[in-house]
């Protein structure tokens, strides 16, 4: 239950902020797959994750995401080229078939952390 589109919401410092209490996972989601076409935004924050499961998933963009919370399963699964950094516990397979760029969880991360990737994990 969208409130707002990501395109409307605000953006400090050069980054673009989305806050999952006003937006959706698959709102996120597109707005990062968008960058695939044209990088208009190269640098990202996403507050209030709550846990929610696939953000920041299937990145084919050098961009960088900065998520602060917990995240749930498969968080930046099948990257490549995007370095993602969670500030928060991650759940099961995040990192999951990651082909290139980077992912660290500044928190504890649950089983499967990195589940076939290729690029680097810390």
């Known amino acids: 239950m969208s409130t707002k589109s990501v395109a ?18 698959r709102d996120l989601n597109q707005a990062l797959h968008d960058q695939n076409k044209e990088l208009t935004i190269a640098e990202w ?8 499961h696939n953000l920041a998933v299937g990145l084919d963009q050098k961009l960088k995401v900065d998520i602060y919370g917990p995240v749930g399963y498969y968080c930046a699964g ?6 993602i ?9 995040i990192a999951e078939n990651m082909m290139s ?8 991360a649950s089983s499967a952390a990195g589940a076939t990737a290729h690029g680097v994990f810390w």
């Open 101 to 108: 760029g980077s992912v660290r969880v500044k928190g504890n």
């Open 78 to 83: 099948m990257n490549k080229e995007a370095d």
């Open 45 to 52: 924050e996403v507050l209030n994750p709550k846990g929610e």
């Open 8 to 25: 409307e919401s605000v953006t400090t410092s050069g980054k673009q902020t989305v806050d999952l209490a006003q937006q959706t996972v």
């Open 85 to 93: 950094t969670v500030h928060g516990h991650a759940g099961q397979g």
